[in-house]
């Protein structure tokens, strides 16, 4: 760092870049995950089968440091944008770094959703009624876009071998289930009628979306994992990603169903409700089955070395999802069982957002997250990941095999 630089730096602070513009020029949509992942843990507690004194208090804390970041991360996307344009448009043509385009739809939606369940409680429930509208409006667009544009530039523009299937190729597609699962809120707050019925039908509409696309992607992520093995131990936090869709899916196919009698009559509302135990009970089985198998692979991967990234907000939101799901999925059923599992989960999800939150934030101080990409190994496609070198901390995923092929050729 140049000593101009240091002069206008505190010590320590951005220590690894060349300059503190850097952060700006390598910032990338990834960085939103953090924003999921912090909204989540408010928002989840506010359906908990739990009172605890001060949770309501929490939540609004935790909603507010989200709703800061996102303003924050917003901003420094605009600047980016603004002044390295170049770099902000690679990201769409990146194999990898493309996908998370999913992630400020998600972030969107993430606060909105916290601003009626919590922030109602600080600005009114008319404001919050609005400000959730807004971003649930903003997300649900930006989300249809990313589930479209990007799996179309992964058919026609990215090169990708039968080993490239990670978790991150749902990052794209799992926003219009956010979609269902927070605009279910909305219904009742929309005047009886068209309007009311349209974005019941719009909601189920965006989970068929997401539901279907999401059956096809972690069928070929566990091919993959089954042919090809787990890969490069950067990679493995994306098997969380996984949970995403079955946690949101849950909880949309239940918040949907406790407000389809709003707009529908009988018995499509008798069926919509039903709709959330039969598609819910057996998806939440399945889910509880993936996050025994993606926790056993990321212990396995700890033991040798698991470099931290921004790949790590995968240990939140998907993990929120779930909570959520089974919350809703106890509260309809009136399970103790499922209550029980819903706090349980809530509290690996708080465990893991402190220790996933304060690793990002040493990154960002020392500005290790801002780096580029790592440069490509050549024998990438030999060396077994778990003899592969330890990689550095950076904001950027590590590159699957067939992804560092593409970027030596480019």
Same mark, same amino acid.
């Given at each position: 760092?140049?000593?101009?630089?240091?002069?206008? @730096?505190?010590?320590?602070?951005?220590?690894? +870049?060349?300059?503190?513009?850097? !952060?700006?020029?390598?910032?990338?949509?990834?960085?939103?995950?953090?924003?999921?992942?912090?909204?989540?843990?408010?928002?989840?507690?506010?359906?908990?089968?739990?009172?605890?004194?001060? @949770?309501? *208090?929490?939540?609004? /804390? $935790?909603?507010?440091?989200?709703?800061?970041?996102?303003? =924050?991360?917003?901003?420094?996307?605009?600047?980016?944008?603004?002044?390295?344009?170049?770099?902000?448009?690679?990201?769409?043509?990146?194999? =990898?770094?493309?996908?998370?385009?999913?992630?400020?739809?998600?972030?969107?939606?993430? =606060?909105?959703?916290?601003?009626?369940?919590?922030?109602? %409680?600080?600005?009114?429930?008319?404001?919050?009624?609005?400000?959730?509208? &807004?971003?649930?409006?903003?997300?649900? !667009?930006?989300?249809?876009?990313?589930?479209?544009?990007?799996?179309?530039?992964?058919?026609?523009?990215?090169?990708?071998?039968? %080993?490239?299937?990670?978790?991150?190729?749902?990052?794209?597609? /799992?926003?219009?289930? &956010?979609?269902?699962?927070?605009?279910?809120?909305?219904?009742?707050?929309?005047?009886?009628?068209?309007?009311?019925?349209? @974005? !019941?039908?719009?909601?189920?509409?965006?989970?068929?979306?997401?539901?279907?696309?999401?059956? $096809?992607?972690?069928?070929?992520?566990?091919?993959?994992?089954?042919?090809?093995?787990?890969?490069?131990?950067?990679?493995?936090?994306? +098997?969380?990603?996984?949970?995403?869709? @079955?946690?949101?899916? =849950?909880?949309?196919?239940?918040?949907?169903?406790?407000?389809?009698?709003?707009?529908?009559?009988?018995?499509?509302?008798?069926?919509?409700?039903?709709?959330?135990?039969?598609?819910?009970?057996?998806?939440?089985?399945?889910?509880?089955?993936?996050?025994?198998?993606?926790?056993?692979?990321?212990?396995?991967?700890?033991?040798?070395?698991?470099?931290?990234?921004? *790949?790590?907000?995968?240990?939140?939101?998907? $993990?929120?999802?779930?909570? *959520?799901?089974?919350?809703?999925?106890?509260?309809?059923?009136?399970?103790?069982?499922?209550?029980?599992?819903? &706090?349980?989960?809530?509290? !690996?999800?708080?465990?893991?957002?402190?220790?996933?939150?304060?690793?990002?934030?040493?990154?960002?101080?020392?500005?290790?997250?801002?780096?580029?990409?790592?440069?490509?190994?050549?024998?990438?496609?030999?060396?077994?990941?778990?003899?592969?070198?330890?990689?550095?901390?950076?904001?950027? $995923?590590?590159?699957?095999?067939?992804?560092?092929? %593409?970027?030596?050729?480019?």
């Amino acid at each position: 760092m140049s000593s101009r630089t240091a002069r206008r @730096l505190p010590a320590g602070l951005l220590r690894e +870049l060349d300059h503190p513009a850097d !952060l700006f020029r390598n910032f990338g949509p990834n960085w939103f995950a953090s924003v999921m992942g912090t909204g989540i843990v408010a928002n989840a507690a506010t359906g908990l089968p739990l009172h605890a004194p001060g @949770l309501r *208090t929490a939540a609004a /804390v $935790v909603w507010a440091s989200a709703a800061l970041l996102l303003v =924050v991360l917003s901003s420094v996307w605009v600047v980016q944008w603004a002044r390295y344009r170049q770099a902000a448009r690679s990201h769409a043509r990146h194999p =990898v770094m493309s996908h998370f385009w999913g992630a400020p739809a998600m972030a969107l939606m993430t =606060v909105g959703a916290g601003t009626l369940e919590v922030g109602r %409680d600080w600005i009114g429930l008319s404001a919050a009624v609005h400000v959730h509208a &807004v971003l649930w409006t903003a997300g649900t !667009l930006l989300g249809l876009v990313t589930s479209v544009w990007i799996p179309f530039k992964a058919m026609t523009g990215h090169r990708v071998a039968e %080993d490239s299937a990670f978790g991150g190729w749902l990052m794209p597609v /799992v926003p219009p289930m &956010v979609s269902a699962a927070t605009g279910a809120a909305l219904i009742p707050h929309v005047a009886p009628g068209e309007g009311r019925l349209t @974005l !019941l039908l719009a909601c189920y509409a965006m989970f068929g979306i997401s539901m279907f696309a999401g059956i $096809v992607i972690i069928t070929q992520v566990w091919s993959r994992l089954v042919h090809h093995k787990v890969g490069p131990a950067a990679m493995v936090p994306t +098997l969380w990603i996984v949970l995403g869709p @079955l946690g949101q899916s =849950v909880t949309a196919a239940n918040l949907l169903g406790s407000a389809a009698h709003l707009a529908l009559p009988r018995p499509q509302s008798t069926g919509a409700e039903l709709f959330g135990f039969l598609y819910g009970v057996p998806t939440w089985g399945f889910a509880m089955m993936w996050l025994a198998l993606a926790a056993s692979i990321t212990l396995r991967t700890a033991r040798r070395h698991l470099p931290f990234s921004l *790949t790590w907000w995968s240990f939140t939101f998907p $993990v929120g999802t779930c909570v *959520t799901g089974t919350s809703a999925l106890a509260a309809s059923l009136h399970s103790t069982a499922l209550a029980a599992s819903a &706090v349980a989960l809530y509290l !690996l999800l708080v465990a893991a957002w402190l220790i996933v939150a304060m690793r990002t934030l040493r990154g960002a101080l020392h500005g290790t997250l801002f780096l580029p990409p790592p440069a490509p190994a050549r024998d990438a496609r030999t060396t077994p990941a778990d003899k592969a070198p330890a990689a550095r901390e950076s904001g950027f $995923v590590l590159l699957t095999p067939i992804h560092r092929h %593409d970027q030596q050729k480019t």
